[in-house]
């Protein structure tokens, strides 16, 4: 996602089949880190002494971009930056050490340490363990700990998928935010489906057991709160979006297919920030269902 803004997930990405000029990228955020030597479709930096953690996670983000241009088209205008702890606060956008994000052509991912991932084994290990029997089996580790790297170090095809989103590399958004996260959750989901079902368990087992449980007294819970108010609202209330969100996602892929990644790519670039002052919330929704599926006039009534 573009930087991420509270802690949890990131945005924006797009198709952009035929292009032949390079457009710019962020490389303020460059300053400092080694170049991988690869033949990715794209360029890779990572912080000193992090060469073989680098190589294993450009290697997943080169995967998912071979399946995600075949159904979008290329866009390979960007890089992959794998940051150390200590080259977080310099070299990323988002406060939270090795959470994957997008902004502006730089596709972010952490080396080692994700400070979300270590956070939320704290506060599942504060549940009844009979409550939470499932996500040990899932993430726990021989000593017993759980290690959610599991789950949110696979958000970097979140953060991909947005980048498909962003064919100029730029900072606008489009007409709304929370159909840019289930797409970016729908590019998560299809991949993971289609090219490592094993892995699967890593995101769905988080997913449902927070849409099972969710936080008491959320202050915001509907799609046009979150638009509203995407850059005030509290991380826990945020999670709680994208766990959704990620459900929502799984149930498009598996009604619709992959190929639906397309069309509400190019919707989501066609209808930019600007055209919100023409649609009314009705008429975005009507909009929506009519150029990208009609099942999308069911997904937004019975949110």
Not at 20 to 28: A, F, I, L
Not at 124 to 142: Q, W
Not at 191 to 211: A, G, M, N, Q, W
Request: glycine share 6%.
């Amino acid at each position: 996602m573009k930087a991420i803004i509270i802690g949890f997930v990131g945005l924006l990405g797009i198709s952009c089949a035929g292009k032949s000029e390079q457009v710019p990228v962020d490389t303020s955020k460059h300053v400092g880190l080694v170049t991988l030597e690869s033949e990715h479709p794209f360029q890779v930096l990572y912080s000193e002494g992090h060469l073989p953690e680098t190589k294993k996670r450009a290697a997943l983000v080169a995967e998912a971009y071979t399946y995600l241009s075949q159904i979008m088209g290329d866009k390979k205008d960007f890089y992959v930056l794998v940051l150390s702890q200590n080259d977080w606060a310099d070299n990323a956008y988002s406060p939270a050490p090795g959470m994957p994000e997008y902004y502006k052509g730089n596709l972010i991912t952490g080396a080692g340490t994700n400070a979300l991932a270590d956070d939320y084994a704290d506060l599942l290990a504060s549940f009844p363990k009979e409550h939470t029997e499932k996500i040990y089996e899932v993430y726990g580790n021989n000593a017993g700990e759980l290690d959610m790297r599991l789950f949110f170090d696979k958000l970097a095809i979140h953060e991909l998928t947005h980048n498909f989103q962003d064919p100029k590399n730029g900072e606008g958004y489009s007409i709304s935010r929370w159909l840019e996260e289930v797409h970016a959750n729908m590019g998560l989901y299809a991949f993971y489906k289609e090219k490592r079902p094993e892995e699967l368990k890593y995101i769905l087992t988080l997913v449902d057991f927070s849409c099972s449980n969710p936080p008491p007294d959320l202050q915001y819970t509907s799609l046009e709160d979150f638009d509203t108010h995407y850059f005030d609202i509290e991380p826990t209330n945020y999670g709680q979006y994208q766990m959704r969100f990620t459900q929502a996602a799984q149930h498009i892929i598996d009604s619709l297919g992959a190929d639906i990644l397309k069309p509400l790519n190019d919707f989501i670039i066609q209808y930019d920030e600007s055209t919100k002052e023409k649609y009314s919330t009705a008429e975005f929704h009507v909009l929506l269902a009519d150029k990208v599926h009609p099942y999308f006039a069911d997904f937004v009534d019975t949110w």
